[in-house]
């Protein structure tokens, strides 16, 4: 956090290198989020585009208060869900992402990795919003249950309740590919 607040710092007095670094230690993270939040990557990575624009807009004024992580994985959330509303778009639709292999891994094994991330994606695009956005804000966003409530302004009963009957259905969903 030290890191952040120094980087927050420099940035608001005009360093551009210090922006470019916030962005490039937190690009691919948010990338990762609006896709998994809207399924669509051109649209994942407007919403990233815009978070970080308005950030650094903003950024003579910005305070950091507590982590800087979770403050934009929180403006990423809000802009997804903006970019919903706006553009309507559909749960089922989502795009392809590639599954990053060790250099060890053959092309059997990189395939095997793709079925099962495509297998993923399509059960987690079949849950309910709130139950998909809870799971992506704890499983990939990596937040506390305190802090998606916090973001969501929910109880932590409720996003922990979110996130239960989120896996489940994802185990049951997951569970019957499986057997077929």
Request: glycine content about 2%.
């Amino acid at each position: 956090m030290l890191s952040d607040k120094r980087l927050v710092l420099q940035a608001r007095r005009g360093c551009r290198e210090s922006m470019r670094e916030i962005y490039d230690k937190y690009k691919d993270y948010l990338l990762t989020l609006a896709n998994a939040l809207l399924y669509d990557i051109a649209s994942a990575e407007d919403v990233v585009h815009d978070v970080f624009v308005s950030f650094a807009e903003s950024i003579e004024d910005f305070q950091l208060r507590t982590n800087l992580k979770a403050y934009l994985a929180k403006c990423v959330r809000n802009q997804a869900l903006n970019s919903i509303r706006n553009r309507k778009i559909h749960a089922d639709k989502y795009s392809e992402i590639y599954v990053e292999s060790c250099c060890s891994d053959g092309p059997v094994q990189v395939q095997i990795k793709k079925e099962a991330s495509s297998q993923l994606r399509q059960a987690l695009a079949k849950l309910p919003f709130d139950q998909r956005e809870v799971v992506v804000l704890h499983i990939k966003a990596d937040l506390s249950f305190r802090q998606i409530a916090a973001m969501l302004d929910i109880s932590i009963n409720t996003a922990q309740g979110r996130y239960r009957y989120g896996i489940e259905k994802l185990r049951s969903m997951l569970n019957r590919e499986v057997k077929k």
